[in-house]
């Protein structure tokens, strides 16, 4: 949308600004404006009707309030103009601040506050089926690979995908953010860590939120840094797993995770010529191949089949 439009549908709802600028665009569609007001900045959340609408959202925000997860508040919610306006929480996300002298600290409260949104008892969410997780990690091969590519898919890709359905089936189910990730997370002044887009959570397998946080889109995958976040999360989670478990479900949860979102960037780009994170594609892709495990088919055919095809690609975008 353009700014004088969230401008107007500001004022439509009580809240008079003199600017709104952009903050992001997600891959659901939702588009994150800051709107600029006399007495205090304000974040207004637009999402077309024919994308969804901001129900779950605002349920889960109460939920998740409840049990002190700290979460933007909703101050207005407006269905038939597909809005909220929400408590501006500022710019401090982490995937902006981390840098080596906060990273262990970040994460690991990062990794607290996973915790306790896991553990949160009796909340009203799906369950993440079996056949969502296939249909999800078949993105890699069937739109990732035919379409944006337009290479087929081997064999051992195949072998790939049915091997995470079966490791993630066997994998621990809690509450799960599904893009538990930097980006979603923001730090006040005394990094305090606040969760947002939490609009799909969900009963998941437990390593997909821990690759959100721990196998960053934005970093080379930093397998000792991981193995000691996996030692800190074990002291505070009550999950029966050892760290070795716990690395295994966050080695499947991350393939998954990148499969997925390699399908669902590149299908974005397809259909609606959104090229604003196809950049991203080459160090998740990367970090896909970083944590397969060793002598697996499927990383030769990704590192000399798929990595050129990709580099080449981007090269004529």
């Not at 056949?131 to 739109?143: I, K, T, Y």
């Not at 091997?163 to 305090?192: G, M, Q, T, W, Y």
Request: one cysteine or more.
């Amino acid at each position: 949308m353009k700014e004088s439009e969230i401008i107007e549908l500001a004022a439509q709802c009580g809240y008079e600004c003199e600017r709104a600028i952009a903050l992001k665009l997600e891959a659901s569609g939702r588009e994150y404006w800051r709107l600029i007001c006399d007495s205090n900045n304000l974040v207004l959340c637009f999402l077309d009707s024919a994308n969804g609408n901001h129900l779950e959202f605002c349920n889960l925000a109460d939920a998740l309030s409840a049990y002190n997860i700290n979460v933007p508040k909703i101050l207005l919610h407006k269905p038939d103009l597909g809005i909220t306006i929400q408590e501006d929480l500022g710019d401090d996300d982490l995937l902006e601040i981390v840098d080596e002298s906060n990273k262990e600290e970040l994460i690991y409260k990062s990794l607290e506050l996973l915790v306790q949104i896991q553990e949160i008892p009796d909340l009203n969410i799906s369950r993440l089926s079996e056949d969502a997780l296939s249909d999800q990690v078949n993105l890699f091969s069937e739109v990732f690979c035919n379409e944006f590519l337009q290479i087929e898919a081997d064999q051992s890709i195949l072998e790939l995908s049915n091997a995470v359905i079966k490791n993630l089936s066997d994998h621990p189910k809690l509450n799960c953010h599904f893009d538990f990730e930097r980006r979603n997370l923001i730090a006040s002044e005394n990094n305090v860590i606040s969760v947002i887009d939490f609009q799909d959570l969900c009963i998941g397998p437990i390593g997909i939120d821990l690759a959100g946080i721990l196998l960053d889109h934005y970093l080379i995958f930093d397998e000792t840094f991981v193995k000691d976040s996996l030692v800190f999360y074990k002291t505070k989670s009550s999950v029966d797993l050892n760290t070795d478990e716990l690395f295994e479900c966050f080695r499947w949860g991350g393939i998954q995770r990148n499969m997925r979102i390699l399908g669902t960037l590149s299908r974005l780009y397809i259909n609606n010529n959104r090229s604003f994170r196809l950049n991203d594609l080459p160090m998740i892709l990367d970090n896909l191949i970083s944590i397969i495990p060793d002598n697996w088919a499927c990383k030769n055919y990704m590192i000399d089949i798929i990595q050129p095809k990709l580099t080449k690609k981007l090269a004529s975008i």
